[in-house]
């Protein structure tokens, strides 16, 4: 029985072409680990000049060493500080302590600035009973009683009086805002002498907030 011999072709041409499909496949991978020519396009949008610049300004300004990274933290530090002692005494809200931030304490603080109260004379007050109490005259004792009696019932009126005032005030222009603290925090501003107060007064006595 004759046997079908196999073409010859059929079977080179086959190895040829998987020979080649293999060097093309390696080819392309070594391609790809090449070093891409600076002429080729970059397959993505050239980052602005702006952009650029800033990318290089935080690369160089991030701290290399754990000393760099502490002196720079001190740095940022001081200057936060300075900042807010400029804005105690301008009364700058940027940068002020979260206490004394927001309108409804800033309003606190002029309510109280622009007025006496008897409060902020405590300190001197105290200081002149203090001294007459320690006179060995029975009379100037009982002087000093009396009045110590007398600086303590004005102080009591006068904050009561004060905080019935200001909250009526509060509710009347800053209804939807957070007053939780703020007649507390105006009557401690009211036992501090006018000159000594930080933030620093920014009304005149007598002139309305």
Excluded: C
Excluded at 30 to 47: E, F, I, L, N, W
Excluded at 65 to 78: G, I
Excluded at 91 to 111: C, M, N, S
Excluded at 174 to 202: C, S
């Amino acid at each position: 029985m004759p046997r079908h011999p196999v073409p010859l072709g059929f079977v080179f041409r086959s190895r040829a072409k998987s020979e080649k499909e293999a060097v093309a496949e390696k080819a392309s991978v070594t391609d790809s680990k090449q070093t891409r020519d600076p002429q080729a396009p970059k397959g993505r949008p050239t980052p602005k000049r702006s952009e650029a610049q800033s990318q290089r300004r935080s690369v160089a300004n991030t701290p290399t060493t754990r000393k760099e990274a502490a002196k720079r933290s001190r740095d940022e530090r001081r200057a936060a500080l300075e900042k807010q002692r400029q804005a105690l005494a301008t009364g700058d809200e940027r940068y002020l302590p979260a206490r004394d931030k927001g309108p409804v304490r800033r309003f606190a603080r002029d309510y109280v600035d622009s007025r006496f109260h008897i409060a902020e004379f405590f300190l001197p007050l105290a200081v002149l009973i203090l001294v007459l109490s320690m006179v060995r005259v029975p009379a100037l004792q009982n002087i000093a009683l009396l009045l110590w009696l007398f600086v303590i019932i004005l102080i009591v009126v006068d904050s009561v009086g004060l905080a019935i005032r200001l909250k009526k005030q509060l509710n009347t222009r800053y209804p939807d805002q957070n007053k939780k603290g703020v007649v507390a925090y105006a009557l401690m501003r009211t036992l501090q002498m006018r000159r000594l107060r930080l933030p620093k007064p920014q009304v005149k006595r007598g002139e309305r907030p």
